[in-house]
C-alpha cells in the first residue's frame, strides 16, 4: 500500500557529513508525519527526528539535535536527514517511517516503515 525507501547511506569518516533521503510511495494520502529512527547493533530502535505536513512543526532528538537536521518537501511526501559532524556513535541502521500521527509513525506494528540504510561511521 505505502512504500518508503531510503537512500543516502554509506561508510563514511567521522566529521563528515551525509544526507538520508526517504520517498514514500503508493497511497500517500494519509502520511502527515514522517522521520528517522536507527538501530545500533545491540540496542534498541530509537526516535532521531520526524517532520509534520501539519503545522510544519518538527523534532530532533536531544542526542542529535545539535548535528542532524531534518526537512521535507512541501509538495511531496519526501523527507531527509541531514547529518553533519558524523561520529562513530551514529553508526546504525537508519529507517525512515511514516503515519497519519507522530505516535502512529512510532509504532512498529502499525507504522509504515522503510527497509533501512546502513550509515557507518569510522574513527
Known amino acids: 500500500q505505502v512504500q518508503l525507501v531510503e537512500s543516502g547511506g554509506g561508510s563514511v569518516q567521522a566529521g563528515d557529513s551525509l544526507r538520508l533521503s526517504c520517498a514514500a510511495s503508493?497511497?500517500?494520502?494519509?502520511?502527515?508525519?514522517m522521520g528517522w529512527f536507527r538501530q545500533a547493533p545491540g540496542k534498541e530502535r530509537e526516535l532521531v527526528a520526524w517532520a509534520s505536513w501539519i503545522g510544519g512543526s518538527e523534532y530532533v532528538a536531544n542526542s542529535v539535535k545539535d548535528r542532524f537536521a531534518i526537512s521535507k518537501e512541501t509538495a511531496q511526501r519526501i523527507v531527509y536527514l541531514q547529518m553533519n559532524n558524523v561520529k562513530p556513535e551514529d553508526t546504525a541502521v537508519y529507517y525512515c517511517?511514516?503515519?497519519?500521527?507522530?505516535?502512529?509513525?512510532?509504532?512498529?506494528?502499525?507504522?509504515?516503515w522503510g527497509q533501512g540504510t546502513q550509515v557507518t561511521v569510522s574513527s
Open positions: 517511517a511514516a503515519g497519519t500521527t507522530v505516535q502512529g509513525m512510532s509504532d512498529v506494528k502499525s507504522g509504515n
Open positions: 503508493g497511497y500517500t494520502g494519509s502520511l502527515f508525519v
